[in-house]
């Protein structure tokens, strides 16, 4: 591992340490057994580190619904594991944590990672409309839009309405 990995893993294991709250480039430094200078080598702030740990969760999930795949489920059965891994990932990376921890002038920064990452969530619902030949009224880039937006709006809010949503997406979609 080398030294800015090392950093980063330490950071994050110290952002994600509900005993000690205290996180700041100081605090990495001293964790990390390195001068402050060397975490300022490889991040400009606390922000920085933050917007790695957002980038991370987002290739982690992508990553692993691609992996998910499965032709034997139906498409709201995929919807509800994409759902499922979201909230899995958002309670691991703390991931409204991350965001309100942001600095003001990194805040447009980590949404323009959120949308980036969005894309390819939207992506992949709308691959997977096309491989489960969905019949809806609704375009497939509408839909899966939506699709992605209310599930990545449910988990930000803490709002685990899963069933009510499945049961509009029923209506709205012929398996």
Same mark, same amino acid.
């Given at each position: 591992?080398?030294?800015?990995?090392? #950093?980063?893993?330490? =950071?994050?294991?110290? /952002? &994600?340490?509900? %005993?000690? $709250?205290?996180?700041?480039?100081?605090?990495? =430094?001293?964790?990390? %057994?390195?001068? #402050?200078?060397?975490?300022?080598?490889?991040?400009?702030?606390?922000?920085?580190?933050?917007?790695? /740990?957002?980038? +991370? &969760?987002? !290739?982690?999930?992508?990553?692993?619904?691609?992996?998910?795949?499965?032709? @034997?489920?139906? &498409?709201?059965?995929?919807?509800?594991?994409?759902?499922?891994?979201?909230?899995?990932?958002?309670?691991?990376?703390?991931?409204?944590?991350?965001?309100?921890?942001?600095?003001?002038?990194?805040?447009?920064?980590?949404?323009?990672?959120?949308?980036?990452?969005?894309?390819?969530? #939207?992506? #992949?619902?709308?691959?997977?409309?096309?491989?489960?030949?969905?019949?809806?009224?609704? $375009?497939?880039? @509408?839909? @899966?839009?939506?699709?992605?937006?209310?599930?990545?709006?449910?988990?930000?809010?803490?709002?685990?309405?899963?069933?009510?949503?499945?049961?509009?997406?029923?209506? !709205?979609?012929? +398996?």
């Amino acid at each position: 591992m080398n030294q800015k990995e090392y #950093i980063y893993k330490t =950071a994050k294991e110290t /952002i &994600f340490n509900k %005993d000690n $709250p205290t996180f700041s480039m100081r605090t990495i =430094a001293k964790k990390c %057994d390195v001068g #402050i200078g060397t975490v300022y080598k490889y991040y400009g702030n606390k922000s920085d580190i933050l917007l790695d /740990i957002i980038k +991370e &969760f987002w !290739l982690s999930y992508v990553t692993e619904i691609k992996e998910q795949h499965n032709t @034997s489920k139906t &498409f709201t059965e995929t919807i509800k594991t994409y759902y499922n891994t979201l909230l899995k990932y958002s309670i691991e990376f703390n991931y409204n944590m991350l965001v309100n921890e942001l600095t003001s002038s990194k805040l447009k920064r980590g949404k323009e990672l959120h949308q980036h990452h969005q894309v390819h969530f #939207i992506d #992949i619902i709308h691959n997977e409309m096309t491989l489960k030949q969905i019949t809806t009224n609704i $375009p497939y880039e @509408s839909l @899966s839009a939506f699709i992605a937006d209310y599930l990545v709006m449910t988990v930000k809010t803490n709002n685990q309405q899963y069933d009510q949503f499945e049961l509009v997406l029923n209506e !709205l979609i012929c +398996e």
